[in-house]
């Protein structure tokens, strides 16, 4: 089979691999298309910065956001699948796993390949059905989607108004992709208004799609401003890279209020401890997804996705063949080009 290979900073090389051979309680499934994720031009960028990689590359890369065909009941092609990528390898047994928190399971096996290329092979657990009629390119909005989804739902903010974000305005700083879904997230958890930081047009017209009532722009705005006369009670950062925008997001949260952290930081970033502690800050860094109140944040992303599928469909904007990953990786990183979500499909 083929998959793409990270050869070293901003270097990819497709080739062919042994295929993947489904052993003990793994299924096998076949990639249908899979988007590169933030992080995944995080490790791209910053190959010695990504956790838990051995030296040699690793087939599929990186490459969480999948959809795929898995076997059905008579062992061909039945049903369209998404993966949920820390269910993919956990061992199901350990403290973590039975308390649906599988990111940080303690005994992860380690999988030959991810969704850039033909083929994975997964637990079962980790596949979620997808809607009859979904088009494959809004089922793999279903991962980021649960990321944003699970920032709100495993917040304090949530937590205190018993499961809803009534009532509450909340600002989000970045509008790529994930910006995006934390935007459409909010505004269907129930928030009462959401203002968004966008820096492109494109970005800012699908914003408003999917829920803000506001749009800043940081080259004609003054945005420090803008989002403190807005007064959130949370504020998501997205944007991650440098501390400039957890600084933005510290500085102008409402008191009291909440900073929810999506983005991911090259280096160490620093906290203006005064500030927080003088305005009763609450912070939460948010990482992939997980079970609260009985539920999955996928079996939620889902529904979202499924009920409003117009106001989701903009946010795939390229698409490239597995062969062409390098160049899927260079457009993704120039959000100039219009770049919200690119998908590589085999």
């Known amino acids: 089979m083929r998959a793409a290979f990270l050869d070293g900073a901003e270097r990819i090389a497709v080739r062919e691999v ?5 052993e003990g309680h793994l299924v096998e499934i076949d990639v249908i298309a899979c988007g590169i994720c933030g992080s995944d031009l995080h490790g791209w960028r910053h190959p010695d910065l990504m956790t838990g990689r051995p030296e040699a590359p690793i087939p599929g890369m990186a490459g969480h956001e999948v959809v795929a ?8 092609r039945g049903r369209r699948v998404v993966v949920e990528p820390n269910l993919a390898g956990n061992c199901g047994r350990c403290t973590a796993c039975l308390d649906g928190k599988a990111r940080f399971c303690s005994d992860r096996a380690t999988l030959r390949s991810w969704g850039f290329s033909e083929r994975m092979s997964v637990n079962a657990s980790a596949l979620f059905d997808v809607p009859d009629g979904m088009a494959d390119e809004l089922a793999i909005l279903t991962e980021p989607l649960a990321c944003a989804v699970h920032a709100y739902r ?3 903010t949530f937590a ?17 992709a994930i910006g995006l879904l934390a935007t459409a997230a909010g505004a269907r958890l129930g928030a009462d208004a959401l203002l968004c930081v ?7 017209a699908v914003a408003e799609t999917l829920g803000a009532i506001e749009v800043l722009d940081p080259a004609l705005d003054d945005v420090v401003s803008g989002i403190r006369r807005f007064a959130p009670d949370v504020v998501v950062e997205a944007v991650g890279g440098g501390p400039e925008t957890f600084d933005l997001a510290v500085r102008t949260v409402k008191p009291g209020g909440e900073v929810l952290v999506l ?25 992939t997804y997980g079970v609260t109140d009985g539920r999955h944040d996928f079996e939620v992303a889902l529904e979202f996705l499924e009920s409003d599928p117009g106001a989701f469909g903009g946010l795939v904007s390229h698409r490239f063949p597995l062969e062409k990953t390098a160049d899927a990786f260079v457009a993704a990183a120039d959000k100039s080009t219009g770049a919200l979500r690119i998908v590589v499909a085999p």
């Open 18 to 22: 042994p295929p993947v051979r489904a």
């Open 69 to 76: 065909w898995a076997p059905g009941a008579d062992g061909g």
């Open 154 to 156: 495993a917040s304090h």
């Open 160 to 176: 205190a108004q018993d499961g809803t974000l009534a009532g509450r305005k909340i600002a989000v700083i970045g509008a790529g």
């Open 198 to 204: 966008a820096r492109y047009p494109r970005q800012a």
């Open 263 to 287: 983005g991911l930081f090259d280096d160490p970033t620093r906290l203006d401890t005064r500030r927080a502690a003088f305005r009763e800050l609450r912070m939460f860094f948010a990482m």
